[in-house]
């Protein structure tokens, strides 16, 4: 991964595009301090991946829907707690 400062990225912004193109990085810097990376891109086309039901599906109307938790105790209550513990 090649390293360059703000002003000579912007001098020579060309070639530093030509080697992201060739599939290098590259780490820009304010002074010393790391404050972007350009990378090649990559398109998510596997990202997601929709598949028609099976022949013998029941319509989405008609699934069975699980049968409800037995939970003790007010459910609001217990969201409170959980959200409580990540501050």
Excluded: C, F
């Excluded at 039901?53 to 209550?77: E, H, M, Q, T, Y």
Aim: charged fraction near 30%.
């Amino acid at each position: 991964m090649k390293t360059v400062r703000i002003a000579e990225l912007k001098a020579r912004l060309s070639g530093y595009l030509r080697e992201v193109r060739s599939g290098r990085s590259v780490t820009v810097l304010d002074r010393d301090t790391p404050i972007a990376r350009i990378v090649p891109y990559t398109p998510d086309v596997a990202s997601l991946i929709v598949h028609k039901p099976l022949p013998n599906a029941p319509p989405p109307g008609r699934v069975k829907l699980p049968p409800p938790l037995s939970i003790k105790g007010d459910i609001v209550d217990l969201l409170m707690v959980e959200r409580q513990g990540e501050r």
